[in-house]
């Protein structure tokens, strides 16, 4: 069984004069990081707040567990609380632990 954690960020970006957000996403399993999901996206609703980025950040971060990881066999077991606004921060998902139980996890052992 492999252990590892998850995160997304967002980071607004212009394009023809609309707001898009721009998505990372990453699993973190210890002695590597691997990026999971980079795209550039619409905004599901507004996206005018530090809250709005983080939602969005979220919701397109618990999206790529639960089908890009999930078809690699990795699932959530566990999640952290959401980032405040605070001067820095980055609009950040929560961070997801995760677990991966599948064959390949255990030939690499």
Known sequence: MRFGRVEGVVTPVESDGKTLLRLTVWLETGSRIDTIREETLAPLREAA????????????????????????????IGAGELPTEEPGALPRSASYGVRNLTWESWKSR
């Open 49 to 76: 707040t530090f809250a709005d980025l983080v939602w969005h950040a979220d919701q397109w971060t618990q999206e790529t567990i639960g089908t890009t990881l999930a078809e690699r066999g990795w699932e959530a």
